[in-house]
């Protein structure tokens, strides 16, 4: 399926030009949704307070080394006034053999973890994949690369995710996988559509970092399949590049409108072009 895909979309219209397209998705940004954020975690609000936001970056540059600038950016979205939380989440993924250099990434990517309860929402997470056989060095990788995963529900839920991005990382190993991984999917459940979807973007040349924002949402473009289908077939005949955020992006725009909305915003477009040409 994935070979076929590829083969299809890659001879498709590609007449049109790039900077135009961009200009368009510039205009109607509205249009594009951002990705959603992990509910389970997400709720525990930081708290507001200029005492707390200094101490936070004190914290994150002593125990974690970052720099003072990126541990501003972080303490605008998660900030605490005292130490005893976040050095319980890090004394937990340093248990699990997190190195130091995994566990700044972690909170880089996912700053919410250090306002989160060690105790009884991480380390019940990680146990629970540990006793599916998940080996340290595999537990280690997988939440490394993707730290939301720990905001998703003990169970059916969190196996299934962690599940899917090993194969993905497997996958990247080895470009032969791709079709292999592909067609040993059963068209079965949404999340095997999700897994199958996110192989064929991942042969286009779409990153590892936007595959998995992709994959850990609840909902997207990857979730559905003629639908998914229709929609990367008009971002690739528009000259998106696949290796950047925008043909995601696009990917977005394209899913949730309707072919009627789209013809719409495309006449309004050229409308405005034209005149502007005047």
Excluded at 92 to 99: A, I, P, V
Excluded at 250 to 273: C, N, P, W
Aim: charged residues 30%; hydrophobic residues 35%; proline residues 3%.
């Amino acid at each position: 399926m994935a070979k076929e895909m590829y083969s299809c979309i890659f001879h498709g219209r590609r007449s049109l030009e790039l900077q135009k397209w961009r200009s368009f998705f510039q205009k109607r940004s509205a249009f594009s949704n951002s990705f959603s954020s992990v509910a389970s975690v997400a709720h525990l609000s930081p708290r507001d307070g200029r005492k707390g936001k200094n101490f936070t970056v004190s914290y994150l540059v002593d125990s974690l080394g970052l720099t003072t600038k990126v541990a501003e950016s972080i303490s605008r979205k998660v900030s605490f006034e005292d130490k005893c939380n976040p050095d319980s989440v890090l004394s937990l993924l340093r248990s699990h053999e997190f190195t130091d250099s995994q566990i700044s990434n972690i909170i880089k990517m996912y700053p919410l973890l250090l306002i989160a309860d060690a105790d009884k929402s991480i380390g019940p997470k990680l146990q629970f994949l540990q006793s599916r056989g998940a080996s340290s060095s595999e537990l280690t990788q997988v939440v490394s690369k993707v730290p939301k995963i720990l905001g998703k529900r003990e169970g059916k839920s969190i196996s299934r995710y962690y599940d899917f991005i090993k194969v993905i990382i497997e996958a990247d190993k080895s470009s032969s996988k791709y079709e292999k991984l592909c067609h040993s999917l059963p068209e079965v459940s949404r999340q095997d559509n999700k897994i199958r979807n996110v192989l064929v973007l991942r042969e286009l040349g779409v990153p590892q970092r936007l595959l998995f924002s992709l994959l850990i949402s609840d909902s997207g473009p990857v979730c559905g399949k003629e639908k998914f289908e229709e929609s990367l077939k008009k971002v690739v005949e528009m000259g998106f590049d696949p290796t950047t955020s925008k043909f995601v992006k696009a990917l977005h725009v394209f899913y949730q409108m309707s072919e009627k909305t789209i013809e719409e915003k495309l006449d309004v477009y050229k409308r405005g072009k034209d005149n502007s040409d005047d």
